[in-house]
């Protein structure tokens, strides 16, 4: 049974900056395509970004490019998301999920969830 745990959530002022962690256990997810989503209260769960097993492929939302960065270390089965120039906008709970497809950038596509962490930005 494969588990995530994020971290690193918290309050932040705009302009400021956190970086999520999210690790697995249970078995390796080197090979699995991994992604960070997000929900706001009231608003359905989003695609934050994406990053392929292997690092070389990425994806982004329109709303956090430039702002916000995948990455993955597969040696210590963990995915950060290092989020930039937060924003007001950018409240709410973020999720770590890993993916049995070779590549995914819908909700549907992703097999293991996480609990969530609480990201609030004040303005």
């Known amino acids: 049974q494969v588990q995530l745990v994020e971290s690193g959530g918290g309050l932040v002022q705009a302009g400021g900056s956190l970086r999520l962690s999210c690790g697995a256990s249970?078995?390796?997810?080197?090979?699995?395509?991994m992604g960070w989503f997000r929900q706001a209260p009231g608003k359905e769960r989003e695609l934050v970004a994406t990053?392929?097993?292997?690092?070389?492929?990425?994806y982004y939302a329109d709303s956090v490019k430039g702002r916000f960065a995948i990455s993955r270390d597969n040696a210590k089965n963990t995915v950060f998301l290092q989020m930039n120039s937060l924003k007001s906008e950018d409240t709410a709970v973020y999720f770590c999920?890993?993916?049995?497809?070779?590549?995914?950038?819908?909700?549907?596509?992703?097999?293991?969830w996480g609990q969530g962490t609480q990201v609030t930005v004040s303005s």
């Open positions: 999920a890993a993916s049995r497809a070779s590549w995914a950038t819908n909700t549907v596509d992703f097999d293991y």
């Open positions: 249970g078995r390796s997810l080197n090979r699995n395509v």
């Open positions: 990053i392929s097993w292997s690092a070389d492929s990425t």
